[in-house]
């Protein structure tokens, strides 16, 4: 049976389909002792290593929730003195399912299985994030309106889908997203003249943070995993790359543009 270079270590629990083509191209992925190429096919009984390392496929499905703290970078590069692998220490290769910022705290999901990483990160499939957010001074009516409403993350180009938001105190807010562009929250609250001082993820899908300590990690239930499974179903496992939701050059799009400077320029406030 062959299988695709990408799929073969994103199911052997090396890294996604996505860094797995990047590792490809950098050179650090090799098949039979020779340098493998995007697009390559295993089979069985050929050697696959990754940096020097044989990899072998990992039977058993890992998927854990962890409750990542401020300060741990979502990276399995070692390079990076706080990635989240040496962190945790798990005695399996895991990775995470999408990314956390620097900055932020709450939920990270870190698994085994490429498939799921791809499903439930790719946009497209609509799939549920929630987070509880604190910023610098009140939430205003006005402000709420406006993150829900779509907001123009000129710096990326995009405007981002209307979402679900919620207040939960003077200074607090629930915000569920389906889309997760860098630094989504906090420049979409940067956009109305917003800062955002404390950030924590508090579900993926069906799966929620709870009441799991700072720094901590547990197995994803059984019952979680089949209702995980359920909401997959129909989701499209193709590899997020970047560019997949179509840029928005609508005229309202172009108009905040013009109107627009960057972070360290004026925002503009609409409350």
């Known amino acids: 049976m062959e299988i695709r270079i990408n799929k073969f270590l994103s199911e052997a629990g090396v890294c996604s389909r996505r860094e797995a083509d990047r590792q490809i191209l950098a050179g650090n992925v090799t098949i039979d002792n020779m340098l493998a190429k995007t697009g390559d096919k295993v089979c069985d009984g050929q050697v696959v290593c990754y940096c020097g390392n044989p990899v072998v496929q990992e039977d058993e499905k890992i998927l854990l929730a962890f409750h ?12 990076e003195k706080n990635n989240v692998i040496d962190y945790i220490g798990y005695p399996k290769r895991i990775y995470p399912v999408g990314r956390l910022d620097k900055d932020s705290e709450g939920l990270l999901l870190l698994t085994n299985n490429g498939d799921i990483v791809n499903k439930m990160m790719r946009s497209g499939n609509m799939h549920e994030k929630e987070y509880i957010v604190t910023v610098n001074r009140q939430v205003t009516d006005s402000f709420l309106r406006g993150l829900a409403g779509g907001v123009p993350l000129v710096e990326l180009g995009v405007t981002t889908r209307k979402c679900s938001v919620k207040r939960t105190g003077k ?41 799991l300590g700072t720094g901590t990690y547990r197995e994803v239930t059984g019952a979680e995993y089949q209702k995980l499974m359920q909401l997959l179903l129909d989701s499209s496992n193709a590899p997020v ?11 309202e799009n172009k108009r905040q543009k013009a109107g627009y400077k960057n972070r360290n320029g004026r925002k503009k406030r609409t409350d």
Request: charged share 35%; aromatic share 8%.
């Open 171 to 211: 200074n607090e807010f629930k915000i569920i997203l389906t889309q997760g562009y860098n630094r989504q929250i906090r420049r979409m609250c940067e956009y109305f003249g917003y800062r955002v001082k404390k950030l924590v993820r508090v579900r993926i899908m069906n799966i929620e943070l709870g009441d």
């Open 241 to 251: 790359r970047a560019g997949d939701e179509k840029r928005n050059d609508s005229p």
């Open 68 to 79: 990542k703290p401020a300060g741990i970078v979502c990276t399995t590069q070692k390079r």
